[in-house]
């Protein structure tokens, strides 16, 4: 059971323009919602999170989008660039007994920013 | 500060043999997770160890085993290798309990043939 379902599996973006990548989750106790950046080769790296005390984060060109009611987030690239070219993953954890935290993953977006 | 070290990078078995992956976290970190990363299976969570305990557990048959020495090094081992063991495995470490950023090594590649 994917308890992070994100899309779209795949985006193409002009440089220049603003990649969205969205996803949705289930369990309403998770409390921290990252996403990582992953280029070929590469582990992935942590790119940008959110905690759902907030509506919106932002770190430059990325934007998370967060809508607790709709159990929503989502990733905003702006003027998108060639460099940003990865696959993208949301995910979201849970602390529990002992703040042990296990973080449950989508299955990845990968963007292609044409130049 | 050095990151995450996974070795090898690379690796060729045949089925039915096995094999140990190797992870050197960020010094000072004291957990560890292994994933399994496939196309189109995205990142499946292994196990977590934590001061040489394993704390979390995915949805892996034994033959996913693993172990975190007193250096909070830890090494993940797979018996009887099957064809569908190919993959990219990753290990990622973080400061401990209250931290959740993890940081990733680049992976050791398995291919099972």
């Known amino acids: 059971q994917q308890q992070v379902k994100q899309s779209p599996q795949s985006l193409i973006v002009q440089k220049g323009g603003i990649s969205i990548i969205n996803c949705a989750y289930e369990?309403?106790?998770?409390?921290?919602f990252p996403w990582y950046q992953q280029f070929p080769g590469k582990g992935p790296a942590l790119l940008i999170a959110?905690?759902?005390d907030v509506s919106e984060k932002k770190e430059g060109r990325f934007t998370i989008s967060f809508n607790k009611s709709a159990k929503q987030f989502s990733l905003h690239i702006m003027d998108s660039q060639p460099g940003d070219s990865a696959t993208y993953f949301c995910?979201?954890?849970?602390?529990?007994?002992?703040?042990?935290?296990?973080?449950?993953w989508g299955l990845g977006t990968s963007l292609a920013v044409n130049p | 500060k050095a990151g995450v070290t996974q070795t090898p990078r690379y690796l060729i078995k045949t089925r039915g043999q096995q094999v140990t992956l190797s992870c050197s976290p960020i010094s000072g970190h004291r957990s560890v997770s292994w994933y399994q990363q496939t196309p189109g299976q995205g990142l499946q969570f292994l196990f977590e160890y934590f001061s040489e305990t394993q704390r979390n557990k995915g949805n892996f048959p034994g033959r996913f085993s693993g172990r975190q020495f007193s250096n909070s090094r830890s090494e993940m081992n797979v018996s009887t290798l099957e064809l569908g063991d190919s993959a990219l495995y990753l290990c990622?470490?973080?400061?401990?309990?209250?931290?959740?950023?993890?940081?990733f090594g680049q992976g050791t590649r398995l291919t099972v043939v």
């Open positions: 990622a470490s973080s400061l401990g309990s209250h931290n959740t950023e993890a940081f």
């Open positions: 959110i905690r759902p």
């Open positions: 369990n309403t106790a998770f409390d921290y």
């Open positions: 995910a979201a954890s849970l602390g529990n007994a002992g703040n042990n935290r296990k973080l449950i």
